[in-house]
């Protein structure tokens, strides 16, 4: 039976880098672990944590933090054309996406080097350059807490939206996701390259003909060239979500920024990007001791050693205060805050 250790560091699994304790610690590699590790739950504070990269902690957590790591991967099934692969949730999700390419399977590609684990890909429906999780998705499996019976989620169950799932609203807190499923191509491959500056890397690739695998390398060499490395610098990839606005607020912005960068959502609603606003705001780049905002993406918030997770979580209260009075959009933090 595994067993929990008090007092433990979190350092090592919060890609912030943040120095903060667990009241209680274990982790689970299989469904019959996590049923006996939450048999016996108290009113105590539970966290299931995959590779702890959403998260800000701001204080110690009191409370039983449980890490995913249920791993493995299979075909479920399959025909000439299409695949169903399935993924237990504690993998690393760009191990995931690289082992579909080594088998030609396309789909997830273009969510190359995003870190985190798989059982958090539903979650967040984690998205990047013109592909989302809800795009790929099939079902997954989830544990419930409190019965401990296995549940299998349709995508129309996980009520999927930008950056949204049932698991962030209604069932937060209520399911471990234990298992993911995809359905992917063999052959056909639908390629999207023209998001981003996906074809202009090709370009510089020297590829004309791209396949799966060129389009996964060319997405790595971009976030690789913008993005830190966790491992070197404390980080939890894009801070916030791009805000869908009114198409009356796109006006007001264009009267100062006549070239905003927006994105139609629908008839009445455009998508803006969040690192622009805050760039134009001037935060990019800027350091406060051990902390601030990326020199190279301004969506990005970094610890470069020893701040806290509050200094942080105030710089984000900062920015987003600045960004509403400047153009009057409410930015809204795409991590998770404990």
């Not at 039983?64 to 399935?86: A, H, S, W």
């Not at 509050?310 to 998770?336: A, M, T």
Request: net charge negative.
């Amino acid at each position: 039976m595994p067993t929990t250790t008090p007092n433990t560091s979190l350092k090592p699994f919060n890609t912030f880098g943040l120095s903060v304790n667990a009241k209680h610690f274990a982790k689970f590699t299989s469904i019959e672990e996590l049923s006996e590790l939450t048999s016996n739950l108290t009113n105590e504070p539970l966290l299931i944590i995959g590779g702890g990269s959403n998260i800000l902690f701001t204080k110690d957590f009191d409370g039983l933090v449980l890490r995913n790591e249920i791993k493995g991967f299979q075909i479920l099934e399959e025909n000439e054309e299409i695949v169903i692969v399935e993924s237990g949730a504690g993998e690393v999700w760009h191990d995931f996406v690289m082992w579909t390419l080594s088998k030609d399977f396309g789909g997830l590609e273009n969510l190359s080097l995003i870190p985190g684990s798989v059982g958090a890909s539903p979650m967040q429906n984690i998205g990047a350059y013109g592909v989302e999780i809800k795009d790929v998705f099939h079902h997954l499996s989830a544990c419930h807490l409190e019965s401990g019976e296995i549940h299998q989620f349709t995508s129309e169950e996980c009520a999927f939206g930008y950056r949204e799932s049932v698991f962030k609203r209604d069932l937060k807190g209520k399911y471990v996701i234990v298992s993911v499923a995809f359905k992917l191509t063999k052959k056909n491959h639908v390629l999207k390259t023209s998001y981003g500056a996906i074809q202009q890397e090709l370009e510089q690739m020297g590829i004309l003909e791209p396949t799966i695998q060129d389009i996964s390398a060319a997405v790595i060499r971009i976030r690789q060239s913008k993005l830190p490395d966790p491992k070197e610098i404390g980080n939890a990839g894009s801070f916030f979500k791009n805000p869908v606005v009114s198409k009356n607020v796109l006006e007001n912005i264009k009267v100062n920024f006549p070239n905003v960068p927006n994105y139609p959502v629908d008839e009445n609603h455009v998508k803006l990007a969040a690192g622009w606003l805050i760039e134009q705001a001037g935060w990019k780049g800027k350091t406060f001791d051990t902390y601030g905002v990326h020199k190279l993406q301004a969506l990005v918030l970094v610890n470069y050693g020893g701040s806290t997770g509050k200094q942080i979580y105030d710089l984000s209260q900062q920015i987003i205060d600045d960004i509403s009075n400047k153009f009057g959009v409410e930015l809204e933090r795409e991590v998770n805050i404990m």
